[in-house]
C-alpha cells in the first residue's frame, strides 16, 4: 500500500509528511511518501495533494507540472483512487477560484471558491486558529470525530460548493464556512489535519483506510 503526498512546489510538506507516516504505521496502511514523480502517482494506491498560497499560483504550478497533473487524474478518475486534498489542495478541487483573477479548478466537487466575508466585522480574515466542526452528514472520514470538535485553520478563502449534500462539514465564522467536503472517491479539508491534534490524526488515520 502506497500513499503519494503530491509535491508540485506549493506548500511545506514536512509536517504533513510525518502526521502521515506516523498514522500509516499506526493503523497498517503501508508506505507514505513526498513526491514529485508522475510514475510514483500513478501507481500509488492514495493521494494526497496539499497546497499553500493563493489559487491561481497553485492551480498553475500543478498543471505546470503537466505529468504529475495527468497521472493524478487518470488515478482518481479512471482508476478511482481515493484522494484528499488540504487547505489550497482541496479549494483546487472546485469548478472555479475567484482569488484575484477567476481561475478554473480541477472541478471534481462542484462550486466556487469565494473570500470570506463575516457577517460580524468585528471577525479577522484570515481565519486563523482553532474552530468547531459541525458535521453535516455521515461519512467515514468523520468516523470517531464529533461536532464541537476542533481543528485548524488558516485561510482567506472558503469553498462553497454546489450540492449541499457534498458539505460533509462546516465551521461557523459568522457564516458558515465549509470544512469538509466529499464526493465519491474525492474528500478535501479545508484545515491542516497535520496541525490539528488528535482529530487531525484521526482523520488521517481514516482516510488511509478509507475504501470508497
Known amino acids: 500500500m502506497l500513499t503519494a503526498i503530491i509535491d508540485y512546489e506549493s506548500g511545506n510538506l514536512h509536517s504533513a509528511e510525518k502526521a502521515f507516516q506516523r ?71 472546485a469548478t472555479t477560484g475567484h482569488e484575484y483573477t477567476k481561475t478554473d479548478g480541477i472541478g471534481w466537487v462542484q462550486g466556487d471558491v469565494l473570500k470570506i466575508e463575516p457577517k460580524d466585522p468585528t471577525l479577522k480574515v484570515p481565519h486563523m486558529g482553532w474552530n468547531d466542526l459541525v458535521i453535516d452528514h455521515p461519512h467515514p472520514i468523520l468516523d470517531g470525530i464529533n461536532s464541537g470538535d476542533h481543528v485548524y485553520f488558516v485561510h482567506s478563502y472558503h469553498f462553497q460548493v454546489a450540492n449541499p449534500a457534498e458539505r460533509l462539514a462546516y465551521v461557523d465564522y459568522a457564516g458558515d464556512v465549509s470544512a469538509v467536503i466529499g464526493r465519491d472517491n474525492v474528500l478535501g479539508m479545508q484545515f491542516h489535519p497535520e496541525k490539528s491534534q488528535d482529530v487531525g490524526l484521526r482523520m488521517i488515520a481514516n482516510f488511509l483506510t478509507w475504501a470508497p
Open 23 to 93: 498514522m500509516a504505521q499506526e493503523v497498517g496502511a503501508g508506505e507514505v511518501v513526498v513526491t514529485s514523480d508522475a510514475d510514483v502517482v500513478a501507481r500509488a494506491d492514495r493521494l494526497v495533494l496539499p497546497g499553500d498560497g493563493a489559487f491561481p499560483a497553485c492551480a498553475a504550478e500543478l498543471r505546470g507540472h503537466k505529468g504529475i497533473y495527468d497521472a493524478m487524474v487518470e488515478a482518481v478518475e479512471e482508476k478511482g483512487r481515493p484522494f484528499l486534498g488540504i487547505c489550497v489542495g482541496m479549494q483546487l478541487l
